[in-house]
């Protein structure tokens, strides 16, 4: 997608990639909105938009032809698909995965999430998982992390540098391990901005069905994130309402003024 044209556009804020973009890359989390507000958010944000995600099991509850036109609606926008990482496991666990990974492809799918946020893997078997899929030509995504337990830094990074060796296109790190009883671990983001490069990590949001997240402290989160990694930093788990509010805190346009290089401290503040 080439520069399209704004409002107010001689106003000066930071700059953005325009798609097809390699940072900055922001994933919404699709919960199985109808076609029709589909078609509304992808009028208005699509630009903003690179990934989608139809999460966790829901292709397996939604009509077949739903499901498909949504994700060419999806396509001809210049957004990537995948299925949630929870569906892979479950297929993994059945001794199906090969069988998902075609049946995802035949209805329109262009990605892959393999993850192992439930299921007991070895990092071995998790590299093959990755090898399959990008065999058949889908863009992939390892994700790294726990639901029910915190992985210490080596072993969340040792499985970071696994994936990235397997050949994931990227790997989306798992908000219920960066962000444990609301803290941040400022420690292990740290070392992951160090030691791996930007443009291959997605920083997972929480999301507010988890116990105890709210839209604040998700906010709060992506602020953080964009203060200490930058304006284009990659952020996933955005709700289809929250495109426009992460582009205001990517900018530095959100209200505050703690972004160094944001609207607000070019302007003067």
Known sequence: MTAYETAFADFPMPDRQFKPR???????????????????????????????????????????????????NYRTHGISTSPGGLFAEVAMKLRR??????????????????????????????????????????????????????????SFLADVAN?????????FLEASELYVDGVIRQDLIAQLAARFPAEKLIYELPVVIIPGISRD??????????????TEVNLANLEWDEMYITELVRRGFAGDKSHPQGVYRMAGF
């Open 22 to 72: 390699t940072r900055g890359l922001s994933m919404m989390i699709d919960w199985g909105m109808g076609l029709q507000r589909q078609a509304d958010v992808l009028e208005s944000t699509s630009q903003w938009i690179d990934f989608a995600k139809i999460a966790a099991g829901i292709a397996r509850f939604m009509p077949r032809r739903v499901l498909a036109d949504k994700l060419e």
């Open 217 to 230: 402290f998700k906010h709060q989160t992506a602020t953080w994130l964009v203060r200490e990694l930058g």
């Open 163 to 171: 994936c990235l060796d397997a050949g994931a296109d990227w790997v």
């Open 97 to 154: 995965f090969e069988d998902y990974v075609a049946q995802a492809m035949d209805v329109g799918f262009t990605g892959i999430e393999i993850s192992d946020n439930l299921l007991e893997m070895t990092l071995a078997e998790k590299a093959a998982a990755i090898r399959h899929a990008k065999s058949q030509r889908l863009k992939v995504f390892g994700e790294v992390g726990r639901k029910d337990s915190v992985q210490d830094d080596a």
